[in-house]
């Protein structure tokens, strides 16, 4: 076998690939992996700033979840809280797999800020969470969402999603009963309409067919429902009390607290009307009534979906005027100074339009809403955005104030202040 020989500047070369190929694999500043602990402030994901960290509103309540995030030598989380009006204060220290407290120490409509300090065993770092916002209040807000087929309870500042109700059949829209503090809703799949309380329990299923709306009498808890066959009146146990099969093509209904006067959109173009004394009257000549929202004061807002106008009638049903332009109006809803807040699908906008009817406010952004809410009590708004998936709360002057996404397709969103129950 042949001895290699090698010249002197070949075993220099050697020696220093041999002294430089081991450095290789000692890590610089410029090197690049991935650091997977997420508290390690190089974290390219988290910064070390811990995820997942979450403060849900409720009444005179704030539910905060955060991750534990399997880290051996966690010693335990405190939780942070601060707001416009106090300093920040530590309001407990939680051991390993604790994940979930309910601050009841907060005042409804405050806003406070929340996040987690993760304390490690042997490490000096101060580690923090997200931050996350929550302002309690006493306010129950639901939205059906249709192609999930469930019912979605919203946090009071419209944050989160607090709770679902899966598997409900395929729900077309629903109805508050503030006074009893349940909600009604219209399963057209299962031709009921069912009672679920605030804790989600079903209370009562009526059997109805093909429903669409409903509208609650809160005097006595009876329920007025437009299906596709007319309309009825059911008590709180479920009997039928009234049927009238004039309204062939019943789209909305509603019912005026004061008078127990019911109205309802007949999209075959009248509204029909109903008196407590039992008497009926038909206001003629729209073209498709589609959605329908009365005031305090008995008056009615009308959307005319072929019209493209809103209408608003007095108590007796007469038209006192009407405002046009709308690209799509497909519902509306009655505010308490008097105006009303149309929802414009096609223009992915909702419209406030004066008690004079002039519009006031346009809101423009959205992905095609379907829906609208206004709380009497604090003037606020809710917009069911159905393709973006999301329900916003706004204030009476169009500022956004919160969201919640994660929905599918919703559809429909009833109010309950939680004041009279």
């Given amino acids: 076998?042949?001895?290699?020989?090698?010249?002197?500047?070949?075993?220099?070369?050697?020696?220093?690939?041999?002294?430089?190929?081991?450095?290789?694999?000692?890590?610089?500043?410029?090197d690049t992996r991935?650091?997977?602990?997420?508290?390690?402030?190089?974290?390219?994901?988290?910064?070390?700033?811990?995820?997942?960290?979450?403060?849900?509103?409720?009444?005179?309540?704030?539910?905060?979840?955060?991750?534990?995030?399997?880290?051996?030598?966690?010693?335990?989380?405190?939780?942070?809280?601060?707001?416009?009006?106090?300093?920040?204060?530590?309001?407990?220290?939680?051991?390993?797999?604790?994940?979930e407290w309910v601050d009841r120490s907060v005042i409804n409509?405050?806003?406070?800020?929340?996040?987690?300090k993760y304390v490690v065993k042997h490490d000096p770092t101060v580690h923090l969470s997200n931050t996350d916002t929550a302002s309690p209040g006493p306010e129950r807000i639901w939205v059906v969402d249709e192609r999930r087929a469930g019912l979605h309870r919203i946090a009071p500042d419209g944050r989160d999603v607090v709770w679902t109700l899966e598997g409900s059949g395929y729900l077309r829209s629903l109805a508050v009963d503030e006074e009893r503090g349940r909600v009604w809703i219209a399963s057209g799949y299962r031709d009921?309409?069912?009672?679920?309380?605030?804790?989600?329990?079903?209370?009562?299923?009526?059997?109805?067919?093909?429903?669409?709306?409903?509208?609650?009498?809160?005097?006595?808890?009876?329920?007025?429902?437009?299906?596709?066959?007319?309309?009825?009146?059911?008590?709180?146990?479920?009997?039928?009390?009234?049927?009238?099969?004039?309204?062939?093509?019943?789209?909305?209904?509603?019912?005026?607290?004061?008078?127990?006067?019911?109205?309802?959109?007949?999209?075959t173009g009248s509204v029909w009307i109903r008196h407590l004394d039992g008497s009926t009257a038909q206001v003629f000549g729209f073209n498709y009534p589609f959605s329908l929202s009365l005031d305090g004061s008995g008056r009615a807002w009308l959307v005319d979906a072929h019209a493209l106008r809103?209408?608003?009638?007095?108590?007796?049903?007469?038209v006192a005027g009407?405002?046009?332009?709308?690209?799509q109006p497909v519902d509306v809803a009655a505010g308490p100074s008097g105006a009303a807040w149309v929802v414009d699908w096609d223009a992915d906008a909702v419209v406030r339009v004066s008690e004079d009817l002039e519009r006031e406010l346009t809101i423009s952004g959205f992905n095609r809403p379907l829906a609208v809410a206004v709380d009497g009590s604090n003037d606020r708004v809710w917009v069911v955005e159905?393709?973006?998936?999301?329900?916003?709360?706004?204030?009476?002057?169009?500022?956004?104030l919160g969201w919640s996404g994660g929905l599918d397709f919703p559809k429909d969103i009833a109010l309950d202040s939680g004041t009279l129950h």
């Fill in 1 to 30: 076998m042949g001895i290699l020989v090698l010249s002197p500047r070949r075993r220099i070369s050697m020696w220093v690939l041999a002294v430089l190929f081991p450095l290789a694999a000692i890590p610089c500043g410029c």
């Fill in 310 to 318: 809103v209408y608003r009638l007095d108590v007796g049903g007469a």
């Fill in 192 to 267: 009921e309409v069912i009672g679920i309380d605030a804790s989600g329990t079903v209370v009562a299923v009526i059997p109805v067919e093909a429903p669409r709306k409903i509208a609650v009498y809160r005097q006595d808890g009876s329920l007025w429902v437009a299906a596709e066959w007319g309309v009825g009146r059911y008590s709180l146990s479920g009997d039928l009390l009234f049927e009238d099969r004039t309204p062939s093509n019943p789209k909305d209904v509603a019912v005026d607290q004061t008078r127990g006067t019911c109205w309802v959109a007949e999209g």
């Fill in 109 to 116: 409509s405050e806003t406070y800020q929340y996040r987690a």
């Fill in 34 to 99: 991935a650091y997977d602990n997420p508290l390690d402030s190089r974290n390219p994901t988290t910064a070390g700033e811990a995820p997942g960290f979450n403060a849900a509103a409720g009444n005179e309540e704030v539910t905060l979840t955060w991750s534990d995030l399997g880290i051996r030598d966690l010693a335990h989380v405190q939780i942070l809280r601060w707001s416009a009006t106090a300093e920040a204060e530590t309001l407990g220290a939680f051991s390993p797999g604790v994940t």
């Fill in 322 to 327: 009407w405002l046009g332009g709308f690209a």
């Fill in 386 to 400: 159905a393709y973006g998936g999301r329900v916003v709360k706004l204030t009476g002057e169009g500022e956004r």
